[in-house]
Nanobody, 116 residues
Framework: QVQLVESGGGLVQPGGSLRLSCAAS????????MSWYRQAPGKERELVAA????????NYGESVKGRFTISRDNAKRTVYLQMNSLKPEDTAVYYC?????????WGQGTQVTVSS
């Protein structure tokens, strides 16, 4: 079955950095776009970044452009989110997502808290 397991969240001070990872299994990882979303308390889930199957063109939410970078390692079946210059408003649960023919799959999420 499809599994997405996020890791790398935590507490970080404003201006700091974190790198999230999402390890995938149960599908042909190299064939699909991978995405990161986030959801803050009381807010709707929003797209953070997406990367197509072979890498290359990436897509970012407006609020993270220039600060976050999505990448993938198809050999390791892992997608990453490098987050720099973090702000308190980046505090949220971050989710990994893949849409494959058999369904729409999400990880369990990893909490990122940006606070001094």
């Amino acid at each position: 079955q499809v599994q997405l397991v996020e890791s790398g969240g935590g507490l970080v001070q404003p201006g700091g950095s974190l790198r999230l990872s999402c390890a995938a299994s149960g599908f042909t990882f190299s064939s699909y776009t991978m995405s990161w979303y986030r959801q803050a308390p009381g807010k709707e889930r929003e797209l953070v970044a997406a990367i197509p199957s072979a890498g290359g063109y990436t897509n970012y939410g407006e609020s993270v452009k220039g600060r976050f970078t999505i990448s993938r390692d198809n050999a390791k079946r892992t997608v990453y989110l490098q987050m720099n210059s973090l702000k308190p408003e980046d505090t949220a649960v971050y989710y990994c997502r893949v849409l494959v023919p058999r369904g729409d799959y999400w990880g369990q999420g990893t909490q990122v808290t940006v606070s001094s």
